[in-house]
C-alpha cells in the first residue's frame, strides 16, 4: 500500500474490528454535509450495520450484496465489523463516487457497481442486506433524497419482483437481512433466524432453509409473526440447556 493509498482514519476502522461503539456523529464525518444531514433517515446506523454484518458472518456468508448501498455505510460498517467482503449496487453515480471515498477512508473492503438491479448478478451472492431500498419510490417529491432517478409505484413493484425472483431462485443456505422491511413478500422456504429491534425499527435475518422454488410468498410482517413464536422456543430451550 503506498502513501496515496493509506486510510485516512484509523480510529473508526479499529473500534469497529474490535466491536467497539461508534458513533453515527463520528462515522458520518467522512461525508459532505448534504449526505450527512439525511443520515438518520437514508443511511443504515453504525451499531445495526454491525449487528447485520455480523449476523451474515454467523451463517457462514461470504459474499453479500447491499441492495441499494447509497452512500456505502453499511457496505463500509458491515465489511470492517464482519471481515466479510460486501458489494453495493446504487442507482445514484455520485452516491457511487462518495461511498468510494468513505472507503478509501476507513481503508474497507467493498465495492461498489453503479446501475439498478438489472446490473447485478445475483448468483455472485451468498446473502443480502436490504433496508427498505425501494421504499423511496413511494415517497412524497419533498420527501425523496434527489430528483435524479425516476422513481414511481411502478418502478417499486417491478424493483420488488426482481428482489423476490432473486431470492425464489437462490440456493439452499442463502440468507438476508431486513431493516425496515423490504416491501416485498418472503418465499416460503425461507425460515427468520433472528429478529431484534435494532435503530428505529426491526432487524430480522432470513435464511433458505430448502431447496427449490417456493409454493408460497407471504408478506414480510406475516411471515414474521408467523414465524416468531418458534424463535422464542427455540431460544427459551438454548437458554433453558
Ligand atoms: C434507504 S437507502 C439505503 C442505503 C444503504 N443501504 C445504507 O443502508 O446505508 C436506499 C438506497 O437504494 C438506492 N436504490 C433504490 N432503488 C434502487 C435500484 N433499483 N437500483 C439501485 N439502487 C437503488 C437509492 O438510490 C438509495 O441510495
Redesign the pocket.
Known amino acids: 500500500m503506498n502513501e496515496k493509498q493509506q486510510p485516512r482514519n484509523t480510529e473508526v476502522p479499529r473500534a469497529l474490528h474490535a466491536g467497539q461503539r461508534v458513533r453515527d456523529s463520528a462515522f458520518d464525518t467522512v461525508y459532505p454535509d448534504d449526505v450527512r444531514r439525511v443520515s438518520a433517515?437514508?443511511?443504515?446506523p453504525v451499531e445495526v450495520?454491525m449487528t447485520a454484518g455480523r449476523w451474515l458472518a454467523g451463517l457462514g456468508a461470504h459474499s453479500v450484496l447491499?441492495?441499494?448501498?447509497?452512500?456505502?455505510?453499511?457496505?463500509i460498517v458491515a465489511n470492517l465489523a464482519s471481515g466479510r467482503t460486501v458489494t453495493?449496487?446504487?442507482?445514484?453515480a455520485h452516491?457511487i463516487d462518495i461511498a468510494n471515498a468513505a472507503t478509501h477512508s476507513y481503508g474497507a473492503a467493498a465495492q461498489y457497481l453503479h446501475?439498478?438491479?438489472e446490473v447485478v448478478d445475483p448468483e455472485r451472492f451468498d446473502a443480502f442486506?436490504l433496508?427498505?431500498?425501494?421504499?423511496?419510490?413511494l415517497y412524497h417529491p419533498d420527501e425523496q433524497?434527489d430528483a435524479e432517478?425516476e422513481l414511481s409505484a411502478l418502478?417499486y413493484l417491478h424493483?420488488l419482483s426482481?428482489v423476490e425472483h432473486w431470492l425464489d431462485h437462490a440456493p439452499v443456505d442463502t440468507c438476508f437481512v431486513t431493516?425496515?422491511g423490504f416491501g416485498g413478500r418472503i418465499p416460503g422456504n425461507y425460515a427468520l433466524v433472528r429478529a431484534q429491534a435494532k435503530g428505529s425499527d426491526q432487524l430480522r435475518l432470513w435464511r433458505k432453509t430448502r431447496s427449490g422454488r417456493a409454493e408460497s410468498f407471504t408478506l414480510e410482517l406475516d411471515a414474521a409473526r408467523a414465524q416468531a413464536p418458534k424463535l422464542q422456543a427455540d431460544r427459551t430451550r438454548v437458554t433453558r440447556r
Not at 453495493?88 to 445514484?92: H, I, K, L, T
Request: hydrophobic letters at 35%; glycine letters at 16%.
Open positions: 433517515r437514508f443511511w443504515t450495520a447491499d441492495v441499494g448501498s447509497g452512500a456505502g455505510k453499511f457496505c453495493g449496487v446504487e442507482q445514484r452516491l446501475g439498478t438491479l442486506y433496508f427498505n431500498p425501494f421504499g423511496e419510490n433524497f432517478p418502478r424493483d426482481i431493516y425496515h
